[in-house]
């Protein structure tokens, strides 16, 4: 969670110093201040994890957007991938059925840690979570491919294939 952390406390000081607009990329986790000087909502991409570009994008204001994935940082060995989120009940890679999970709040060290969790957990798990809480957004996308948002990001995304390859169903 160190990165959404720091993005957080980034945002923050700069808040204190009176910036009203700015985009901080830590790698995965992004953190805006604001919207973009024009007033209009910050556009981020989120990465297609079974491909090389974004498969959507989303409409954020002053807020994080934290994707974790397997997608990124693995290694294949005997035909298996491995990947570095680890589900510490079996000490081994996650295998829950999702390839990324992105979630969307006000806090970034949160919104960090919940993106592991709730891979980890898998789908019907984190669809319970977020039913249960509902402060923040997820787009979770499993390994068919299906991407699943929240119901608050409905009219905040457009897929970059415009729906046409992948579907799309609301938790």
């Known amino acids: ?4 952390y720091a993005g957080q406390f980034a945002a923050q000081m700069l808040r204190e110093h009176g910036v009203q607009s700015a985009l901080l990329n830590l790698g995965g986790n992004v953190q805006t201040v604001g919207t973009k000087p024009d007033g209009s909502p910050w556009k981020i991409g989120i990465k ?3 491909g090389e570009d974004a498969m959507m994008v989303l409409s954020v204001e002053d807020q994080a957007v934290v994707t974790s994935g397997g ?3 693995y290694f294949e060995q005997d035909g298996q991938t491995y990947w570095h989120i680890m589900d510490p009940s079996t000490g081994t890679p996650a295998q829950s059925g999702l390839i990324s999970v ?3 709040g006000p806090c970034g060290l949160r919104c960090d840690g919940l993106s592991t969790a709730l891979f980890v957990m898998g789908r019907e798990k984190a669809a319970a979570h977020w039913a249960a809480h509902q402060d923040y957004e997820a787009v979770l996308v499993d390994e ?3 991407i699943w948002l929240t119901p608050g990001l409905k009219d905040r995304f457009i897929p970059v294939d415009q729906g046409e390859t992948r579907e799309i169903r609301i938790l």
């Open 102 to 104: 992105t979630i969307i």
């Open 1 to 4: 969670v160190a990165k959404g």
């Open 71 to 73: 997608y990124e940082r």
């Open 48 to 50: 297609d994890p079974q």
């Open 144 to 146: 068919s491919g299906t």
